[in-house]
C-alpha cells in the first residue's frame, strides 16, 4: 500500500457523504438507562445504543470511566518521509544492521523504525529522528532535506494480544484497541469481530481476547 491516508480517506468518503463521520476529540462516557452519552472536548455530544471505543493509544482513558482499568501502553514509533520519485525503490527493504524500514510510498520515501516505550504525552526524542535520518542518507547517499517528520503510538498491551469484545461493566460498549503494529493489519478481521459482537454471534474463542484477562 503506496498511500495510506489516501486508502483511509477513500473508505471514509461515502460515510462523510452519508453524514455520518464527525470529526471530534471524545473525552467522556457517561452510562444512563437510555443509552451511552459521549462527549467533546468542543463541545459536542451524543447519545447511542452502543459505541465501539477504537481509539488506539488513548482508549485507556476512556475504559476507566466505565471502570475498566487496562494497562495499555505506547510503544512509540518515529518516522522520517523525503520527497523522491517513485522510482528509488520497488518494494520495502530493511538494513539488518541499522534496524529501520524504507519503504516506497506515493512520491515519496517513508522511513521508519525503532521501538520506545514511552508516554503519549511525553515529547519526541530528537536523537531517534537523527538516527533514521543519518543511517538512510549513509545506506542511500540522499541528500534531499527531509520533508516530513512526525512520531505515532502503537497501543500495546503486556501479552501482544488486542483488547476486543464487550465492557464486562457496560455490554453496550465494544473494546476494539490494542492492535500494537498490526492495526491495519488486522482491521477487517476485528471490524468482524465487533460486528458479530453486536449481533449477539460472537465466537467463544474470542473470550481470550476479553479486558477481563488483566
Given amino acids: 500500500m503506496d498511500d495510506p491516508r489516501a486508502f483511509i480517506e477513500a473508505l471514509a ?6 453524514g455520518a463521520l464527525h470529526q471530534a476529540t471524545i ?6 438507562s437510555d443509552g451511552l452519552y459521549l462527549s467533546s472536548a468542543e463541545g459536542k455530544s451524543w447519545r447511542a445504543d452502543r459505541v465501539v471505543l477504537c481509539g488506539g493509544a488513548w482508549s485507556a482513558a476512556l475504559a476507566r470511566q ?14 522520517i ?23 516506497p510510498m506515493a512520491g515519496r520515501l517513508r522511513v521508519a523504525g525503532t521501538v520506545e516505550l514511552g508516554s503519549i504525552n511525553d515529547p519526541a526524542n530528537p536523537k531517534r529522528f537523527d538516527y533514521l535520518e543519518r543511517n538512510v542518507r549513509r545506506v542511500m547517499g540522499l541528500t534531499q532535506p527531509v520533508a516530513r517528520r512526525w512520531l505515532g503510538f502503537r497501543p500495546s498491551l503486556p501479552d501482544s494480544l488486542p483488547v476486543i ?7 453496550r460498549m465494544i473494546y476494539a484497541f490494542g492492535h500494537q503494529h498490526l492495526g491495519l ?19 467463544t ?5 476479553s479486558v477481563q484477562r488483566f
Fill in 185 to 203: 493489519t488486522l482491521a477487517g478481521a476485528t471490524g468482524q469481530l465487533v460486528a458479530d459482537c453486536i449481533a449477539g454471534k460472537a465466537p
Fill in 27 to 32: 473525552t467522556g462516557v457517561q452510562r444512563k
Fill in 81 to 103: 518521509e523525503f520527497d523522491l520519485p517513485d522510482t528509488l525503490l520497488n518494494r520495502p527493504c530493511c538494513p539488518v544492521e541499522s534496524a529501520f524500514y524504507m519503504t
Fill in 165 to 171: 469484545g464487550p465492557s464486562p461493566n457496560e455490554p
Fill in 205 to 209: 474463542w474470542l473470550d481470550s481476547f
Fill in 66 to 79: 466505565l471502570g475498566d482499568h487496562i494497562p495499555l501502553d505506547t510503544e512509540r514509533g518515529y518516522h
Fill in 13 to 18: 468518503a461515502p460515510l462523510i457523504a452519508e
